[in-house]
């Protein structure tokens, strides 16, 4: 008898324990990206077609491969107008956009650069997002875009040994 009333309380604090593991809420669930890999496509308005983008968890902000970047004075403001042209389908498209700042890059055993940064409207997985990029000439790097810490915190954990996970390319 003694037996069976210890197995009571055990059983029951048992029960309990796993309840409410099972009802801790996976904090994946939260992100509304989910887990994203190295590599995904990111859809950049007004283009078609996604660019393949590397996810750089050391990366402030994002970046994209642009020509033609100046500074121009308008009604005014200060303006960045410049051109992206997609490498895979040659698909290009011309930009005026508000300066929205200026930052100083630092390269590895290179000189600082100064960099404009815009606001563009691109699309991962189902998310659309109005973010910060920088402006750089990207040609001697994979990926034209870059995806920085600016769009992927609090929107998605990384898994470098995934890639597209949002879509495919």
């Known amino acids: 008898m003694r037996v069976f009333s210890l197995l009571i309380?055990?059983?029951a604090v048992s029960a309990f324990l796993l309840c409410?593991?099972?009802?801790?809420?996976?904090?994946l669930r939260s992100l509304p990206l989910g887990i994203v890999g190295i590599e995904e496509p990111v859809f950049v308005t007004p283009f078609a077609s996604p660019f393949p983008a590397k996810i750089d968890t050391g990366a402030d902000t994002s970046s994209i491969d642009a020509e033609g970047i100046r500074l121009i004075q308008r009604d005014g403001g200060k303006f960045?107008?410049?051109r992206i042209r997609q490498r895979g389908t040659g698909e290009e498209h011309s930009y005026e956009l508000p300066l929205k700042r200026r930052t100083s890059i630092v390269r590895h055993g290179g000189k600082?650069?100064?960099?404009?940064?815009?606001?563009?409207t691109v699309r991962i997985g189902s998310l659309t997002m109005e973010?910060?990029?920088?402006?750089a000439n990207r040609k001697n790097f994979s990926y034209q875009v870059l995806i920085g810490r600016n769009i992927?915190?609090?929107m998605a954990a990384v898994d470098p040994s995934r890639r597209n996970q949002t879509g495919a390319l």
């Open 20 to 27: 409410s593991c099972h009802s801790a809420e996976d904090p």
């Open 9 to 11: 309380p055990v059983c």
């Open 152 to 154: 992927i915190s609090g």
């Open 112 to 120: 600082s650069q100064t960099r404009y940064i815009v606001m563009l």
């Open 80 to 82: 960045v107008s410049f």
């Open 131 to 135: 973010r910060e990029f920088s402006l």
